[in-house]
C-alpha cells in the first residue's frame, strides 16, 4: 500500500471518482488496513475500483431497500442492516473463493454502505425535525468531507474501531457503532444552521457538530478497514492459500482513463443535488412542513415504519387474544397433558419419571410414525424451519446438529451461548415451536409452520382445538404482514382447505401422542413399587 502507482491512483480516485461519502469511506478506508491479507485484497479493490465504488452506492441509486440502512436505537433496534450485511459478506466470501475478483469488489463496496450508513446519526432515529434536516446535513457533510476527515486525522485522541471475535461480530459492530451514533442525534440536529447551509453547505456545520462528525468519520473508516482484514482472513483460510497478489498500474491507468467521465457526472450529480435541497428549504419556509420535496429515502422509510408499526400493534393485540404469548400457550398444553398422563397412572405429575429418562418415542414432540411428515428428530437441524446454513453453523459449534438436540436444550441457555442480538430467547422458541409442529403434521412445509407459529398457534393442540373460519383468517391476516410475505416469499396464502387439513391433522397427533404415552405407561415403570415388581 506505499508504491508509488498505489498512491497516485488513491489520488485520481478521491479527486475525480469520489462523488459521496460512501464513495470516500471506501476508498478512505484502504490505507488503513495493515494486515498481510487485506493489503492482498485491497490489491484487488483498487484494481476493480469502478464496481467497488459502484457498490458502495448501488444500495441507494440500485436497490433503493432504505428500511435496511438503518438502526433505530430507541425502538428496539429496529433495522434490516445487520441482516443484509451479512448477506453480502457471505456472497463477497463465495466471490472471493472462486476467484470471481470483480464481483467480489462489488460485494465489497455494497457491503461497505450497509456497515457505514448506521454510523450515520441521522440513520438511527427518526423525527420530525429530521425529515426536514436530513438531506441539507448530509449534504452539508459531503461538501465537508475532506475537512473533516484532516480533522480527525490531526486530533491526538481520534476515535478507531475494533472487531469482537465473537461470531456474530459484523453484525454486533453494526448495532454497537449505531448506538455510539445515536448519542449524537439531537446534537446534530440542534446544531445545524439550515440558513447557513442553504447558501454555503459547509457553514451549516458548527464547531460541535463537526467534531462530532469528524469522529464518526473516524470509526466509519476505521471500522471498514477492520473489516476488510477479516474478510481477507476468513477467504485465504477458505482457500487454504494466500490470496493472489494485484498489482495497482493497470488500475492506475483505467482510473485515469475515466478522469473526465468521472468529473462531469459529479457536477452534474452535485449541481442536481443543490437544486433539489434548494427546492426542499424554499417548500419547508413556504408551508411550514416537507411534503412534494420529501427525499424518496424519507418517504419509503416512513411507509414502512408505519407498516412496522401497525404490525407491532397487531402482534400485541394477537398475543391478548391468543391468551398470552407462545410459551404460556405451551405451558398450558403440557400441563394438560401432565394431568393427563397422571390421571391415567394414578400418581401426581411430580412421581413420573424426567422426560430425558424415558425412551425416545415418548418425548411428545417425536415425529409421528403414520403419515408423511417432513422433518425428524434425527434430521440435520439446517433441515429445521428459519434454520439456515450459517445459523446451522452456530449451533454446530455448540454441540447440537440435530433437530432431536436443538428441540432438547433450553432456549435461554442457547440464547446465552450464542451471545447474538439478534437470536433471541423468544426467537428459538418460535423456531422450536415451527420444528415440532413440522415433525408432529404430515406433510407441512417449513412456510407453512412459520405461519402458523407467527399467527399465534404454536402448537398441535391449540390448532386441533381452533375452528376453521377462526384460523383462516388469523393466518390470512398474518400472511398479510411483512413477516409473513417474507415467510411466503412469493408464494400464495394457504386457502381453506389446507388449513381445514392442518386442523385434522393436528387432531390425529394429539390422539397419536396420548397413544405413544399409554404404551409408554405400558413398558416403564412410573413408581418406586413398580419398579421393585419388576426388578423381581
Known sequence: MTTKSTNLLLTILRAAHCRSTHHHFAIDALPLVGTPAGERLV?????????????????????????????????????????VAH???????????????????????????????????????????????HRPIEWSVTKSYSTLFNQWQSDPSRTVFQLSDSPGWLGEAILTSARVAHEHYETLLDHYDLKAGRSDPPSGL???????????????????????ERAAYDAEQSRSEPIPRQGTTLGMVLAGIRVPHQTWIRRIEHRLEQKKI???????????????????????????????????????????????????????????????????????PAAKKAPSDLPPATIPFVSPQEGNVRLHVEDALVDAPSIGTKTAARFAKLGINTVG????????????????????????????????????????????????????????????????????????????TYSGRRYLRGAEP???????????????????????????????????QDQTTRAA
Open 43 to 83: 490489491g484487488h479493490l483498487l484494481r476493480h475500483h469502478h464496481r467497488y465504488l459502484a457498490g458502495a452506492k448501488d444500495p441507494d441509486t440500485r436497490f433503493r431497500d432504505f428500511q435496511n440502512h438503518v438502526i433505530h436505537v430507541d425502538d428496539g433496534y429496529w433495522g434490516g442492516a445487520p441482516r
Open 87 to 133: 448477506q453480502w459478506y457471505d456472497r463477497m466470501q463465495r466471490y472471493l473463493r472462486t476467484d470471481r475478483w470483480s464481483d467480489a469488489a462489488h460485494a465489497a463496496g455494497v457491503l461497505s454502505h450497509y456497515f457505514t450508513d448506521p454510523i450515520q446519526p441521522l440513520h438511527t432515529a427518526q423525527t420530525p425535525v429530521e425529515k426536514v434536516l
Open 206 to 228: 458548527d464547531g460541535v457538530s463537526r467534531g462530532c462528525l469528524s469522529q464518526l468519520i473516524g470509526l466509519c473508516v476505521t471500522g471498514w478497514a477492520r473489516v476488510i
Open 278 to 348: 434548494t427546492a426542499l428549504i424554499d417548500e419547508f419556509e413556504a408551508t411550514g412542513k416537507i411534503e412534494k420535496n420529501m427525499p424518496s429515502e424519507l418517504r419509503i422509510m416512513e411507509k414502512v415504519r408505519h407498516i412496522y408499526t401497525k404490525e407491532r400493534e397487531y402482534n400485541r393485540l394477537r398475543a391478548e387474544r391468543q391468551n398470552g404469548s407462545m410459551i404460556r400457550i405451551l405451558q398450558a398444553d403440557d400441563s394438560e397433558v401432565a394431568s393427563t398422563d397422571a390421571k391415567a397412572t394414578n400418581v401426581t
Open 405 to 480: 438436540e436443538f428441540l432438547a436444550a433450553d432456549p435461554t441457555d442457547l440464547a446465552e451461548k450464542l451471545a447474538t442480538r439478534w437470536i433471541t430467547r423468544d426467537t428459538l422458541h418460535a423456531w422450536r415451536c415451527q420444528a415440532i409442529l413440522m415433525c408432529q403434521l404430515p406433510d407441512m412445509l417449513a412456510r407453512d409452520t412459520q405461519l402458523l407459529v407467527g399467527a399465534g398457534f404454536a402448537t398441535a393442540d391449540s390448532i386441533a382445538k381452533t375452528n376453521l373460519e377462526t384460523l383462516y383468517q388469523a393466518i390470512s391476516e398474518y400472511a398479510a
Open 494 to 528: 394457504p386457502d381453506r382447505d389446507r388449513v381445514d387439513t392442518w386442523i385434522g391433522e393436528a387432531a390425529l397427533a394429539m390422539v397419536r401422542q396420548k397413544r405413544a404415552v399409554s404404551r409408554m405407561r405400558s413398558v416403564v415403570p412410573t413408581t418406586e
